[in-house]
């Protein structure tokens, strides 16, 4: 697999992140280690995963986590490994109270340096956003944690274009760290932002996008795949795993007309239809490194396999639009 470089930092990351969000919850461990081991056996490095992630799980505390720790440890890979997890996500019973304070980022840090069995986090992601918290309090927080040896470098995921603006500002002016990178919901899939379960998910804008074609920060995106819509679409026998809340999200006329498109283009290039999702997102002018989260190995081969096609800035608007 291809390794680029973050703009801003000498994080070097595989073009595609392993998405590690059921893992210990959906995804036994059988299966989490051998997707693992695929993903690093083709030269992935970038895992991302969540303080969060699995504690939906009655009883549950960062299953996710605490597997990817386990990996680790027992394969003895931490070197090789870009290891990427988030904080200062609200409290699951209290989505409506922010946890940005200074206390909960370190907290949050402290927990999942001890889950993964690691001394240093190499990208710390903000989970969400508190707007009404300054930008300046958040990211003199994360120079400290950085100070201190607990974090690399940091990210934003699911926040709004202005603040993002507004805390890589902060940083320049005050001579701290900003972010190297950011993480949103993205795909080539249209999507209906009201049909979203969870109003604190933030996707690409095309505020956020202008910002990051003027400042060249990294994108991360999640959901990349639009959750296989394209693939469910296609097969008459995979339709029905189109959840409600899928469709919901995705509106499927709109996205059976981008995957017409998709498919002839795919045709016309020789790639596969996984090559066509990933690789509008890898095709555009700034740094972008698609989140897969796979459930099988198979669909992890298939997404590994389609990494790399790069796509023309005419080819990406046919496949939105229809136009070249
Ligand atoms: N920052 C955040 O707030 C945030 C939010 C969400 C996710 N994330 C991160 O992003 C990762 C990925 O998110 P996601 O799971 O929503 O992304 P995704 O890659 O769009 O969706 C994964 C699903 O897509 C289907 N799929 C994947 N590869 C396929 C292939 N090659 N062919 C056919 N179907 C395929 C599978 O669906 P089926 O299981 O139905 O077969 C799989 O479970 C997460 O694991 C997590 O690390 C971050």
Redesign the pocket.
Known sequence: MRQLTLPGSDLRVSSLCL????FGSGIGQETGWRLLDRFVEAGGTLI???NI?GDWVPGAKSPSEKMIGAWLAARGLRDRVVLAT?GGHPRLDRMDVPRLAPADLIHDVDESLAHLQTGCIDLY?L?RDDPARPVGEIMQTLAELAAAGKIRYAGC??WRADRVRAAQAYAADNQLPGFVAN?M?W?LAALNPSGLADPS?VPMTSDLYRYHLESGLAAVP???????LF??LSHWWARR?ISPGQAARYPLAENRARLARAQSLARDLGVSL?GIVLGYLQSQPFVTVP??????LD?LD??LA?DGVRLTPGQLTFLESGRE
């Open positions: 998405g590690t969000g059921q991302d995963t969540a992630y988030k992601w989970h995921s699911n993480q919901m795909s998910l999640y959901s990349s795949q639009a959750n296989g693939q469910k795993r996984a989140i897969i989260g796979c459930r099988t669909q298939d997404s389609a």
